[in-house]
C-alpha cells in the first residue's frame, strides 16, 4: 500500500470523517460537479530523510483540501480531518497499510473566494514514515 492509499484508507476508515463526506474522498482533485462536503489530498513534496543508523524514510507533505457549501462545514470537518490525522503514529491504512512514526499538521489557509463556489480550505501534513 502507498503513502496515498493509506490516507485515503485511513480517511475513509474514520466514522467521524465518514459521517461528513460519505466517499467522497478524492486523489487529486475533487470531480467539479462532485457533492459536498468532499475532500480531495495530493502529495505536495517528498524530501528523503536518511538516519545515523541507516534508516531511510521518507517525509511526504500532504495537501489535504476540504471543500463545503457553507464555511462553518469547512471548518467542523477540517478540525475533523486534523484531529484524525495530526499526531497519529502507527499503522496507516489499516491491515497491509504504512507503518507512520509521526503525522505532523503544519498549517492550514483558507483559500475560498467567489461566494458562489464552494468554502475551501487547504490542509497541510508531513508524515514521517520508513521507505518501503
Given at each position: 500500500m502507498t503513502i496515498m492509499?493509506?490516507?485515503?484508507?485511513?480517511?475513509l476508515a474514520t466514522q467521524a470523517?465518514?459521517?461528513l463526506v460519505g466517499t467522497r474522498v478524492h486523489y487529486n482533485e475533487r470531480p467539479q460537479n462532485g457533492g459536498l462536503p468532499a475532500?480531495?489530498?495530493?502529495?505536495?513534496?517528498?524530501?528523503?530523510v536518511r538516519t545515523f543508523?541507516?534508516?531511510n524514510s521518507d517525509w511526504p507533505r500532504v495537501q489535504i483540501?476540504?471543500?463545503?457549501?457553507?464555511?462553518?462545514?469547512?471548518q467542523q470537518l477540517a478540525q475533523?480531518?486534523?484531529s484524525t490525522l495530526d499526531w497519529f503514529g502507527g499503522t496507516l491504512g489499516g491491515v497491509g497499510g504504512v507503518a507512520v512514526e509521526n503525522i505532523e499538521h503544519i498549517g492550514?489557509?483558507?483559500l475560498?473566494?467567489?461566494?458562489?463556489?464552494?468554502?475551501?480550505?487547504?490542509?497541510?501534513f508531513k508524515i514521517l514514515h520508513e521507505r518501503a
Open positions: 492509499e493509506a490516507i485515503r484508507a485511513h480517511l470523517v465518514t459521517d475532500l480531495a489530498f495530493r502529495l505536495i513534496g517528498n524530501p528523503k543508523g541507516g534508516g483540501d476540504v471543500f463545503a457549501a457553507t464555511s462553518l462545514q469547512a475533523v480531518v486534523t492550514e489557509v483558507d475560498s473566494g467567489d461566494p458562489r463556489q464552494p468554502r475551501h480550505i487547504a490542509l497541510d
